[in-house]
């Protein structure tokens, strides 16, 4: 499985960025997926997840400003980022999982087997 993350920058606060993951490595649409984020000297914290039927989660401090969404066809997820405060300067991770009978949706749990390396977003005021 790979995962590979795109879209990432500098902004200023109030702005706007889209986050894309490209996966590739295992059948789509039977997988959930989602983003994580880590800022310098903080743990790693989940701040949106879809699973195989479209269901999405959010962090409570990206609710009403960030959508996750996926695109089947195109083996890509994305992370539309709006209304970005400094607060949300980070290494934004795509992850995904495979989604199964008795192994269901990590959802925000840091439970992922598969990460990207990462792209960096950084809000300044």
């Known amino acids: 499985v790979q995962l590979v993350e795109s879209g990432g920058g500098s902004v200023q606060t109030g702005g706007s960025l889209r986050l894309s993951c490209a996966a590739s490595g295992y059948t789509y649409s039977s997988v959930c997926m989602g983003w994580f984020r880590q800022a310098p000297g903080k743990e790693r914290e989940g701040v949106a997840a879809?699973?195989?039927?479209?269901?999405?989660y959010y962090a409570d401090s990206v609710k009403g400003r960030f959508t996750i969404s996926r695109d089947n066809a195109k083996n890509t997820l994305y992370l539309q980022m709006n209304t970005l405060k400094p607060v949300d300067t980070a290494k934004y991770y795509c992850?995904?999982?495979?989604?199964?009978?008795?192994?269901?949706?990590?959802?925000?749990?840091?439970?992922?087997?598969?990460w990207g390396q990462g792209t960096q977003v950084t809000v300044s005021s």
């Open positions: 992850v995904a999982d495979l989604e199964l009978p008795w192994a269901p949706c990590p959802k925000l749990r840091n439970e992922y087997n598969y």
């Open positions: 879809i699973n195989s039927l479209g269901n999405t």
